[in-house]
């Protein structure tokens, strides 16, 4: 059974950090694509950011968390993805999804359908 969890959401003031974490069963060389998701209550689900394992790789990010958020797998584990945020603002508060992309799919980073396996999302909220 492929599994994709997220963990490391919370409250957190204003200009805060945090960092979630992403264990997915599938690892890094059965992948091709990770990333991660938020949705605000009320608003659509968007992209935030992505690390592609094919052979061009490179990360991406929404340009609302460009310079504050970084994605990156855990060098030590095949099966860890995080997402370190820093100097969070109260529109950075969502449901974070983790999404995994195991098979080539020709869309943008930040299209959904890339990714065919995600995680339950953990909450994450931002207060001043």
């Known amino acids: 059974q492929v599994t994709v969890m997220e963990s490391g959401g919370g409250s957190v003031q204003v200009g805060g950090s945090l960092t979630l974490s992403c264990q997915h069963s599938?690892?890094?060389?059965?992948?091709?694509?990770m990333a991660w998701f938020r949705q605000a209550p009320g608003k659509e689900r968007e992209a935030v950011a992505a690390?592609?394992?094919?052979?061009?790789?490179?990360?991406?990010y929404a340009g609302s968390v460009k310079g504050r958020f970084t994605i990156a797998r855990d060098k030590a584990s095949d099966n860890l993805l995080y997402l370190q945020m820093s100097r969070l603002k109260p529109e950075d508060t969502a449901m974070y999804y983790c999404a995994q992309g195991t098979r080539a799919y020709g869309a943008n980073w930040d299209d959904s359908r890339k990714y065919n396996y995600w995680g339950q999302g953990t909450q994450v909220t931002v207060s001043s």
């Open positions: 599938i690892g890094v060389h059965g992948t091709y694509y």
């Open positions: 690390i592609f394992y094919t052979a061009t790789g490179g990360e991406y």
